[in-house]
């Protein structure tokens, strides 16, 4: 009613220059204004000018629903007016700048997935920084994901600073710690350049500056290696321990085999010994290189891989002790509570699902990005220790099923083996 009796309202504003349109994008999310949808076209419909109607801060309409995660509003606004997408604020940024410094990832997606959208991916703000520069500092690994799997992105473009994205992946850590990051392994992997201000000589600010991150690694390294090393030697104490108390007990003297495990010889006992085995190489390696990553006459390089290189062993043994753990459990339990054995075995396998889940997902999203941009050879060869460690997780849930179910089937027999020996011992000695 409103609109047919003055259709300039449309672009009437507030104190702050914010028109209705803006607010009705505003408000579209709330679960409480559905309407908030066909009140947006209907705004457009009567006054298509609206688009271009900025507010005091200079951001126009896109870059109000880019800011709340209004893809659907973001999709209408391009179907009305192609051309709104390149619309810059007050800091020269595009309605993709903002989303990228809100993490609303549901709207990065949609622009990189548009090629009509390719010709906004480098707009450079009043800053120089890209939407590439803006997901490495806010170190969002989805956005960057969306960002590098997009060909028409270029991932060498500086900033006022002379920054590139691979300068803003170093600074958002310590030197000494440059390979921890994932983002700044694949920037590197591709084969990223650095900017002009970070090529030739140094200055004697960064020298400084590399000083102190040198001093606090050492530091951080120190502490590492001593938590690191308490977990480790646990970890090789307990599967030490293992080895000589075998589940299930010892043959007794009347046995043609005393002192032999009763289990040996059963598939789950095989497992167990096999993984228990594991554990404690896994965790003696472990120890010995944070021996030598805590030796401070070693060189530092050398220290470092030792200390980097000591997580994913330590992790290794830690699967294993698991594994070994819960069919050694199994084992016991199988014979006399199956419904419990079996809780056992799914316990594990889900805590196993749980702590792998978040990584798993995560590179898999570097995986599929380096697979756009450089072909699914590049993103193979990158992804090969990954697929290592979940190869070994999928071996692990397998055998702990398989082990689990061979023993169901195992274990009443020897049971009862056991038994009718026994009670053949004492009609003997009688």
Same mark, same amino acid.
């Given at each position: 009613?409103?609109?047919?009796?003055?259709?300039?309202?449309?672009?009437?504003?507030?104190?702050?220059?914010?028109?209705?349109?803006?607010?009705?994008?505003?408000?579209?999310?709330?679960?409480?204004?559905?309407?908030?949808?066909?009140?947006?076209?209907?705004?457009?419909?009567?006054?298509?000018?609206?688009?271009?109607?900025?507010?005091?801060?200079?951001?126009?309409?896109?870059?109000?629903?880019? /800011?709340?995660?209004?893809?659907?509003? #973001?999709?209408?606004?391009?179907?009305?007016?192609?051309?709104?997408?390149? $619309?810059? =604020?007050?800091?020269?940024?595009?309605?993709?700048? +903002?989303?990228?410094?809100?993490?609303?990832?549901?709207?990065?997606?949609?622009?990189?997935?548009?090629?009509?959208?390719?010709?906004?991916?480098?707009?450079?703000?009043?800053?120089?920084?890209?939407?590439?520069?803006?997901? +490495?500092?806010?170190?969002?690994?989805?956005?960057?994901?969306?960002? &590098?799997?997009?060909?028409?992105?270029?991932?060498?473009?500086?900033?006022?600073?002379?920054?590139?994205?691979?300068?803003?992946?170093?600074?958002?850590?310590?030197?000494?710690?440059?390979?921890?990051?994932?983002?700044?392994?694949? &920037?590197?992997?591709?084969?990223?350049?650095?900017?002009?201000?970070?090529?030739?000589?140094?200055?004697?600010? =960064?020298?400084?500056?590399?000083?102190? =991150?040198?001093?606090?690694?050492?530091?951080?390294?120190?502490?590492?290696?001593?938590?690191?090393? #308490?977990?480790?030697?646990?970890?090789?104490?307990?599967?030490?321990?293992?080895?000589?108390?075998?589940?299930?007990?010892?043959?007794?003297?009347? =046995?043609?085999?005393?002192?032999?495990?009763?289990?040996?010889?059963?598939?789950?006992?095989?497992?167990?010994?096999?993984?228990?085995?594991?554990?404690?190489?896994?965790?003696?390696?472990?120890?010995?290189? $944070?021996?030598? /990553?805590?030796?401070?006459?070693?060189?530092?390089?050398?220290?470092?891989?030792?200390?980097? @290189?000591?997580?994913?062993?330590?992790?290794?043994?830690?699967?294993?002790?698991?594994?070994?753990?819960?069919?050694?459990?199994?084992?016991?339990?199988?014979?006399?509570?199956?419904?419990?054995?079996?809780?056992?075995?799914?316990?594990?396998?889900?805590?196993?699902?749980?702590?792998?889940?978040?990584?798993?997902?995560?590179?898999?999203?570097?995986?599929?990005?380096?697979?756009? @941009?450089?072909?699914?050879?590049?993103?193979?060869?990158?992804?090969?220790?990954?697929?290592?460690?979940?190869?070994? &997780?999928?071996?692990?849930?397998?055998?702990?099923?398989?082990?689990?179910?061979?023993?169901?089937?195992?274990?009443?027999?020897?049971?009862?083996?056991?038994?009718?020996?026994?009670?053949? /011992?004492?009609?003997?000695?009688?």
């Amino acid at each position: 009613m409103l609109l047919e009796w003055n259709n300039d309202l449309t672009l009437q504003g507030d104190a702050n220059g914010s028109i209705p349109l803006q607010f009705a994008v505003i408000t579209i999310l709330c679960p409480r204004k559905r309407y908030s949808q066909p009140i947006c076209l209907e705004l457009l419909k009567v006054n298509p000018d609206a688009l271009y109607q900025p507010d005091r801060n200079g951001s126009f309409p896109t870059h109000v629903a880019a /800011s709340v995660g209004a893809t659907s509003i #973001i999709t209408d606004f391009l179907m009305k007016s192609h051309n709104c997408a390149g $619309l810059l =604020d007050a800091r020269g940024r595009t309605f993709l700048h +903002v989303a990228v410094d809100r993490k609303k990832t549901a709207i990065v997606d949609y622009a990189c997935r548009n090629i009509s959208l390719s010709w906004i991916l480098n707009i450079q703000d009043k800053d120089g920084n890209t939407a590439l520069h803006i997901a +490495v500092r806010k170190r969002s690994e989805r956005m960057f994901c969306s960002l &590098l799997g997009n060909r028409q992105v270029h991932l060498n473009l500086m900033n006022e600073k002379g920054e590139t994205p691979s300068d803003i992946a170093r600074q958002n850590l310590p030197s000494a710690m440059e390979s921890e990051a994932d983002i700044l392994r694949v &920037l590197n992997y591709v084969g990223a350049k650095r900017g002009i201000s970070h090529q030739g000589f140094l200055n004697e600010v =960064d020298t400084d500056q590399a000083r102190q =991150d040198e001093i606090h690694f050492l530091s951080q390294m120190k502490e590492g290696t001593q938590s690191r090393c #308490i977990c480790s030697v646990l970890i090789a104490t307990v599967t030490f321990g293992a080895m000589f108390t075998m589940p299930g007990g010892y043959r007794d003297e009347h =046995d043609t085999h005393a002192g032999s495990p009763i289990l040996a010889g059963t598939f789950g006992f095989d497992i167990f010994f096999m993984a228990n085995t594991l554990a404690f190489a896994f965790s003696t390696t472990a120890t010995i290189y $944070l021996m030598f /990553s805590g030796d401070p006459t070693r060189l530092l390089g050398i220290r470092k891989v030792l200390f980097r @290189r000591s997580i994913p062993i330590i992790l290794v043994s830690v699967f294993c002790m698991m594994l070994a753990f819960a069919l050694a459990t199994f084992m016991m339990l199988a014979p006399v509570a199956p419904m419990s054995a079996s809780a056992v075995i799914i316990s594990i396998i889900l805590v196993l699902v749980y702590i792998c889940w978040e990584a798993a997902v995560k590179y898999i999203f570097l995986f599929v990005a380096l697979c756009k @941009r450089k072909g699914i050879w590049y993103g193979i060869v990158w992804a090969r220790p990954f697929a290592a460690a979940l190869f070994l &997780l999928t071996i692990m849930s397998c055998l702990l099923a398989m082990g689990g179910y061979a023993n169901s089937k195992v274990e009443p027999h020897r049971h009862n083996h056991r038994r009718h020996f026994l009670e053949e /011992s004492q009609i003997r000695v009688y």
